[in-house]
């Protein structure tokens, strides 16, 4: 369709959410402004660890389905964004491995297993493997057994914004950092996209007088262990995650209570500790950077999709806590339904409904 048939879109906020939306709205013919009051990535989005990993196969679901959908478009999704900007994101496929600790947990995995072969439609699979197979990266040393999927991905967050950012540029989209949103409206704006993370949770409560979400503080890190091809690890709740640029990226913590959400302290060195006793080729692993922010986390966990109540033109996308980056073409090409051909294809979980006080 012409460029000039399509309507004007700004999106707010330079995340995972509003990038990605505003490529899939520039890949369709809008004409798109993005709008990012501090800079690309500045929030949760710029984190270190870029887990791409899925739900358990069992008990399917709607968003199940729909999780699993964005992964597989991950790849197609990544390598058009990277041959359109020449920018590389750092996705990568390279699957997960999980330990099993006990004969319950061994049950459960075969279990599931066997329901993947069925769910995840031959794309991907779910299965056991004897840990002494994998020599110097196997989660918690004796171990027997480890569950390895190869659905999960790893992305580096922080470079696939500017990725992102890099590709709409080069598609012609209007991207202007350090603007507030009261600054720089276009004249003849037909839709506005907001996907301001932690921030928009309060804007959303503010309007509804009730809470819908508030912003989660995470601490992470990145070492100086070079296994770029190797898959990550899931143990003892921290994702532990090879990155192509030769790091590999631990976290996290979920603090509900803080004093700055933007310090790292005592947590994120029991993260780090953690992390060595779950993978002893972490060993000691120098500590390069250390890593705090805010993740967007919706009362209900699910994101937050949809027209704004009350605000004709108005769209949200929010609430991506852990999982925005492996849901984002997903959720781009449902918001890009949305705004441009008005088909509501949001799956009812993620749709957007204000609390009343």
């Not at 358990?56 to 359109?84: G, N, Y």
């Not at 329901?115 to 991907?124: P, S, V």
């Not at 506005?192 to 309060?202: E, M, P």
Request: net charge neutral; with cysteine; glycine share 12%.
């Amino acid at each position: 369709m012409p460029l000039a048939s399509k309507p004007d879109v700004t999106v707010i906020g330079g995340g995972i959410f509003g990038l990605s939306c505003a490529w899939e709205l520039t890949r369709r013919g809008a004409r798109v402004r993005l709008r990012e009051a501090a800079r690309i990535g500045a929030g949760a989005s710029g984190g270190v660890v870029g887990a791409l990993a899925p739900h358990v196969p069992e008990r399917w679901t709607a968003v199940k389905a729909f999780q699993f959908d964005a992964l597989i478009a991950a790849e197609a999704f990544w390598r058009d964004v990277a041959q359109t900007g020449g920018y590389d994101p750092g996705y990568a496929r390279t699957g997960r491995l999980q330990p099993v600790a006990d004969d319950a947990a061994l049950e459960r995995a075969e279990a599931r297993g066997a329901a993947a072969d069925t769910l995840w439609q031959g794309k991907a699979r779910w299965s056991l493997r004897p840990a002494a197979e994998i020599t110097d990266w196997a989660p918690q040393t004796g171990v027997p057994w480890v569950i390895e999927d190869t659905l999960s991905a790893r992305i580096n967050p922080a470079r696939a914004c500017a990725a992102l950012a890099a590709a709409l540029r080069a598609r012609g989209a209007e991207i202007a950092e350090g603007v507030t949103d009261a600054e720089d409206r276009p004249a003849a704006q037909t839709s506005i996209l907001w996907a301001t993370g932690a921030a928009g949770l309060g804007a959303l409560s503010d309007a509804a007088g009730a809470e819908v979400g508030r912003g989660i503080k995470g601490q992470a890190a990145v070492l100086a262990l070079d296994r770029r091809t190797a898959p990550q690890i899931y143990a003892d709740g921290l994702h532990i995650v090879p990155h192509a640029d030769g790091t590999t990226a631990v976290g996290s913590t979920t603090e509900r209570d803080y004093d700055a959400h933007d310090a790292t302290d005592g947590l994120l060195d029991d993260v780090i500790a953690r992390a060595r006793v779950a993978v002893p080729a972490l060993g000691n692993a120098p500590v390069l950077r250390r890593w705090a922010g805010l993740r967007p986390r919706a009362r209900s966990r699910a994101p937050l999709l949809g027209p704004w109540p009350g605000r004709p033109g108005h769209f949200v996308a929010n609430g991506g806590f852990k999982i925005g980056f492996g849901m984002a073409p997903g959720i781009a090409r449902v918001m890009a339904d949305l705004v441009l051909d008005g088909e509501d294809r949001i799956p009812e979980e993620f749709r957007l409904v204000l609390p009343t006080a």
